[in-house]
């Protein structure tokens, strides 16, 4: 199963930006839907942002507007900017890729939990 590993989580101000990395481990980028989910502290996991690389990106409401997904897929590394943070936007951030299958959005490829590959987190944290 494919590994990944998030960093680059931090502690800042509102208002200001992070830039998430999330490296994996093989070249799954045109097979895959990769995506961002966050858990603030007592919350259940959320979806953030997701894509099909080079085909198509979604994202949360919730932040729709402050953030970006993006890959580069020489590099092997999943990016995840967020602008204008807000104290609501503290958690653990986490890197998911799952194996995309004909018809799927990329939030349906990483709702099927069994393929599923997480990453341990990195931690956001916003002082307003």
């Known amino acids: 199963q494919v590994q990944v590993e998030e960093s680059g989580g931090g502690s800042v101000q509102a208002g200001e930006s992070l830039k998430l990395s999330c490296a994996v481990s093989?070249?799954?980028?045109?097979?895959?839907?990769m995506g961002w989910f966050r858990q603030a502290p007592g919350e259940e996991r959320e979806g953030v942002a997701c894509a099909i690389p080079f085909r198509s990106k979604m994202y949360a409401d919730s932040m729709k507007g402050r953030v970006s997904i993006s890959e580069d897929a020489a590099k092997k590394i999943l990016w995840l900017q967020l602008n204008r943070l807000k104290s609501e936007d503290t958690g653990i951030y986490y890197c998911?890729?799952?194996?995309?299958?004909?018809?799927?959005?990329?939030?349906?490829?990483?709702?099927?939990?069994?393929?599923?590959?997480w990453g341990q987190g990195t931690q956001v944290t916003v002082s307003s």
């Open positions: 998911a890729a799952a194996t995309w299958q004909f018809g799927d959005t990329c939030w349906d490829s990483l709702r099927r939990q069994e393929s599923v590959s």
């Open positions: 093989e070249d799954v980028f045109r097979t895959s839907s």
